[in-house]
């Protein structure tokens, strides 16, 4: 977004430094920097190629370069050493790369849309390569999220939503969870969970007027009573989004999974069971359907 002020396109952001007299009028580049702790670099036409925002000491901490009317790179500074680096293409992020100490990229993370959408996240290190991709529906719902690692499909997710736009099914690799009751309240009464072999879980949440009671949670004919309001999580509302946060979460997950794979044979076994291929992080952001809720199904399966 633009600001006109004597016929003169300002980016938005400026309103609130100083006056904009001090950024439009001709004074050396360390008047404009005491003035308002902004430096705008012009053409001869007198439109906005930089902008460059400076610490009280005169550090500089920020770059915006434009094109035109709009943000290409901004440039992060910490100690006048570039930390950070932004790409834009159409007021789109496009990468994104984080610089060590040393000046060397540490890792880069690139974005991919499709008629505004974001089709695909990838984050590139020295080690190996992971990225996301997402499929949407007519509704620009993501129908499905799918996580590789080096070029491997390694998770695909899916989701089905009803008429009122709420998740009605999610499915995994691990795990199928379909929504079977909900009150008029909005509350959630009843779903079930079948996990890859075939097992079927009956969750059961009870309500009186003044809200949440018990839950019930049946296993191959066996129940147990429990008093866990996590099991209330409304899996209807919780709808995935695509962002970056999801390649953290997924690396997240992947370490920890790496951690398991050098424990002793035993707890390799129990992490298996209890933590599958997604974090409890990222089921958070998905469907808030916890890990220690498979925990208590191994438990009840026993």
Do not use: W
């Not at 379909?178 to 969970?193: A, D």
């Not at 997240?252 to 209890?274: H, N, Y």
């Amino acid at each position: 977004m633009t600001i006109e002020y004597c016929g003169i396109s300002l980016p938005q952001e400026l309103s609130g430094y100083g006056k904009f007299t001090d950024l439009i009028e001709p004074k050396p580049d360390v008047e404009v920097k005491l003035l308002s702790g902004v430096e705008v670099n012009r053409d001869f036409r007198g439109r906005i190629l930089s902008v460059n925002y400076y610490a009280p000491n005169q550090d500089l901490m920020k770059q915006i370069f434009y094109q035109g009317m709009y943000v290409s790179n901004i440039n992060y500074y910490s100690h006048d050493r570039l930390c950070a680096k932004e790409e834009y293409q159409d007021e789109k992020l496009m990468s994104k790369t984080i610089y060590s100490k040393n000046g060397v990229a540490a890792y880069t993370i690139k974005y991919e849309y499709e008629r505004e959408k974001l089709t695909r996240v990838s984050k590139t290190t020295r080690e190996n390569e992971i990225e996301v991709k997402y499929l949407y529906d007519e509704l620009d719902r993501i129908i499905a999220r799918k996580i590789f690692v080096d070029l491997r499909l390694i998770s695909q997710q899916e989701y089905n939503y009803d008429i009122l736009d709420r998740i009605k099914e999610y499915k995994d690799e691990n795990q199928r969870i379909v929504v079977k009751n909900v009150s008029p309240k909005n509350e959630l009464l009843s779903y079930t969970i079948t996990d890859k072999i075939g097992n079927e879980i009956l969750i059961v949440n009870h309500f009186t007027e003044y809200g949440y009671q018990n839950t019930d949670v049946t296993l191959n004919g066996h129940s147990i009573t429990v008093n866990d309001t996590s099991y209330v999580d409304n899996v209807m509302l919780k709808k995935p989004y695509a962002s970056d946060e999801d390649l953290d979460l997924i690396i997240s997950s992947l370490m920890r999974q790496s951690i398991q794979t050098r424990r002793t044979d035993g707890q390799a076994v129990l992490a298996k069971k209890t933590m599958g291929l997604i974090d409890r992080n990222i089921e958070l952001k998905t469907l808030p359907i916890s890990i220690r809720k498979r925990v208590l199904f191994n438990i009840v399966a026993r």
